[in-house]
């Protein structure tokens, strides 16, 4: 039996910290309970118009780096990726691919703008990941299908007509990447739908979310004969930010799910559920209510830019939390970005990698490693352990397909801590570890 030992800390990333002492000195750590969770799918960043524009700035060489360290397989993995149908906040301007007012039969529908920097993008995951899981979800209709008729704001009008033209507007998107050589395996129906954003934006109650799914967009991929799987997401919201059709607010944001899932002719098309931010509190208490149905993160909170330390050892409890929990997978959002971080409206935000178009220079940021330190180890198809003990708010195990047992542990303190990790199964996998102050850690038992 060998273990391997990964630690990171603020002043030095991803060092071999050694081998641990076998067996098991105290109880302060993890012990399994026996009991398996679901199966993680993977993890994946976000493929941005910003980003790609930043990573075109390299060289060729530096490029392929870039594209290497984030989806090659003995590197981070990324394997469950997102982008967007049309613009989203880090676009370089708004578009949707039909902005012709009235045209339902969507004879001017076009994706040629995500030939420029989106599938480009995509591409490059491809030659890595030939099994890639693509999930996508639009920030706006097109505009003149909303009330008002701007990207920012409103919300879809109801029209049978309307949504009869919205829902083929997606089944279009499907197949116009399909014939591009890209397979979208889930459509989220609306990125955020309680947010009214200064950028792309829309609004949505359970009850037109219902409708939309169980009368037009559902019947529509049916009748298309797409296998791509219709996702209840991107639920991004608290208790206090969910609404019903008339703008009421409701006080128990899990009756917004359930208006849903209560339906059965609306579940039936449901493949899963995407939750980000703040969807974090909600998704214990969905994954125990619908084991059946797919729970994925579908994006990482995203800081302000800073790139700062506090905000990977935030990160890193995000990531365990949304697997403990019943995510199958975990997506990061900006993949790459230039210095500071701004977005097209005015938001800086954190990235994995800072791109600097002047120097021509890439840095790896703390939140680069946070998710080395999963999804490096943790393969597709690997099943998330019960654990239970001191560390169960700061730690994880896996147990990968090809045998191995992955645990992942923070230690959050000022100070070095003692952890213990027990298989009572399996007193060879039981180890003792001395964890360095506010540091991130992997270890692999094969």
Known sequence: MAITWTVSTETEKW?????PTP????GNGLQLTGQEGQVIKGFGGTFNELGQR???SLSVADQETIYRELFATDELNFRVNRSAVGANDFSTSWYSYDETPGDYALEHFSVARDEERVIP???EAQRYQDDMILHCSPWSPPTWMKNPPVYNFGRLVMTPENQTAYANYFVKFVQAYAERGITVSQIHVQNEVFADQKFPSCLWSSEQLREFIRDYLGPAFEAAGLDTKIY???????????FTATGQKLTNYSRFVDNILFDDEARKYLGGIGYQWAGQHAIARTHRDWPELDIIQTESECGFGSNAWEDAEYVFHLVRHYLENGASAY???NMVLEPGGLSTWGWPQNSLFTVDPESRTFTRNHEYYVLKHYSSAIRPGAVQLGVTGRYGSQGSAYLNQDGSVVVVVQNALDRAEEFSFVDPSADSRTFTAVLEPRSLNTFVIS
């Open 15 to 19: 060092r071999d910290a050694g081998t």
């Open 331 to 333: 997506t990061y959002w």
């Open 23 to 26: 067996g098991a000195t105290s």
């Open 121 to 123: 993008f995509i591409r």
């Open 232 to 242: 209840l997401g991107t639920l991004n919201g608290p208790e206090d930010m969910a």
């Open 54 to 56: 930043a990573i075109q």
